[in-house]
């Protein structure tokens, strides 16, 4: 969770795998395979989402084997407490998306990369050819969650389904069951959160009001 100002949508560009995990203190430094394609031109510096935490990329990519890049990032104490990024092993896999351009079609909804907590998978049930996740999140996160209201879970940005207190629901389409990591995550996994920015400043304005005199 970089101190830029940096935006992303939560539309996942594609998924990476973990490579190499090495903790620097209390922090980590880790390196993700992805594809060629979509990550060619990133330079040294530029904001990349992993699973919804805004990093830095600390140099430009290397090529791993044909048609995939090395990226390496470094994630802060502080990052690793918040996010699952601290959990991080090899193997793992992670959704991966690119800074917002000012040209580019906003398709999801304003996401920051700055992660307010973590959900719990509790289960996933198929509906139809989709797949509907529930999760349940701590007190401080689920009241600002509502039914249709936004969410980034690991930097997907999503419709809230269903909320039930501390539950809530999402439907996953194919579509991005199949491009995101989706696919490898199993109930008790532990996803990162990034709540609608506007209600937390809604949330904010109303306090600041009613503490006027």
């Known amino acids: 969770m970089e101190e830029k100002l940096t935006m992303f949508t939560g539309i996942v560009l594609s998924a990476g795998k973990v490579v190499s995990v090495a903790a620097a203190g209390n922090s980590i430094r880790f390196s993700v395979d992805a594809p060629e394609r979509d990550f060619s031109d990133v330079a040294a510096g530029e904001s990349i989402a992993v699973s919804g935490v805004c990093l830095t990329a600390e140099k430009a990519p290397e090529s791993a084997k044909p048609g995939v890049l ?87 940005s999503l419709t809230v389904n269903a909320v039930r207190a501390q539950e809530f629901s999402v439907v996953i389409i194919p579509y991005t069951w199949g491009l995101t990591h989706l696919s490898s995550r199993q109930p008790g996994d532990r996803f990162n959160v990034e709540l609608d920015v506007i209600a937390k400043y809604v949330e904010k304005l109303v306090w600041t009001a009613s503490k006027k005199p």
């Open 70 to 156: 090395r990226l390496v990032f470094f994630a802060s104490g502080e990052t690793c407490s918040r996010s699952n990024l601290g959990a991080l092993k090899p193997g793992d896999t992670v959704n991966l998306e690119r800074a917002l351009k000012l040209s580019d079609r906003l398709s999801g909804h304003l996401v920051q990369g700055h992660v307010d907590g973590q959900a719990e998978l509790l289960s996933i049930q198929p509906v139809g050819e989709s797949r509907e996740l529930t999760f349940r999140a701590g007190a401080d996160l689920a009241r600002y969650i509502v039914e249709k209201g936004s969410v980034a879970l690991d930097g997907i």
